[in-house]
């Protein structure tokens, strides 16, 4: 399976400011996946970064909040803009594993917004 | 839309059977993905259904029924260890994204 490497792996920011979370995938993906968690929640979709292409938005989250890089098939950033306590949650990114049909997940990013 | 839905909370004994169920509405069903999250960590994959019927892995095996939009998660002989959230996430035609559902917190008591 594919490994991730996801930082920060926490934060507290300050409302207003704005947090740019990293992947690095030690295998080309064609597509990654972000997600949040809020306390005590499942995940939420938040878009599907292809390389070469602007990410596509679930419903409810928009570029301008959420703009998202994908420079290459190994590597990804989503930013956090113009943050909210509502922010506060959990970030994972994802990939499909080549190996066993499952997805592999980053170790995740702790936002807390104050 | 996608509905995909769990029980919210579920307690068990140490060495005991549970069964977590979820059913899930979509168009386009490509796949059904159990996970395991222990609090603080990431989801860890626990089985794949695509077609109907019982995969079995160890302790754990996992049910499928396409026509009904149903999946079951079954765990045997219940540890200490797996007191955690129970993901259920359907993955369909013409994307690779994964959609989860509510989640099933399970607790097991000794």
């Known amino acids: 399976s594919a490994v991730i490497s996801q930082k920060p792996s926490r934060d507290i920011c300050q409302r207003g400011t704005s947090l740019t979370i990293q992947c690095q995938v030690d295998s080309q993906v064609t597509m990654m996946f972000w997600y949040r968690q809020q306390p005590g929640q499942s995940l939420t979709l938040i878009a599907t970064a292809n390389q070469g292409s602007e990410a596509t938005y679930e419903s409810g989250f928009v570029i301008d909040k959420f703009p998202i890089s994908r420079p290459n098939l190994t590597f990804s950033t989503l930013t956090v803009s113009n943050m909210s306590p509502e922010d506060s949650s959990i970030y994972l990114c994802?990939?499909?594993?080549?190996?066993?049909?499952?997805?592999?997940f980053g170790s995740g990013t702790r936002l807390t917004v104050v | 839309g996608q509905n995909i839905d769990q029980p919210t909370e579920m307690t068990a004994t140490e060495g005991a059977i549970v069964q977590i169920n979820c059913t899930y509405q979509t168009s386009g069903f490509n796949g059904l993905f159990w996970y395991q999250q222990h609090a603080g960590e990431a989801p860890t994959f626990l089985s794949y259904?695509?077609?109907?019927g019982l995969e079995e892995k160890g302790r754990f095996s996992s049910f499928l029924s396409r026509s009904k939009g149903y999946s079951y998660l079954l765990l045997k002989e219940l540890q200490m260890k797996d007191s955690a959230s129970y993901l259920c996430a359907v993955k369909t035609y013409n994307t690779d994204k994964l959609i989860f559902g509510t989640g099933t917190r399970l607790q097991v008591f000794p």
């Open positions: 259904n695509v077609l109907d």
């Open positions: 994802s990939v499909e594993s080549d190996s066993d049909y499952g997805y592999t």
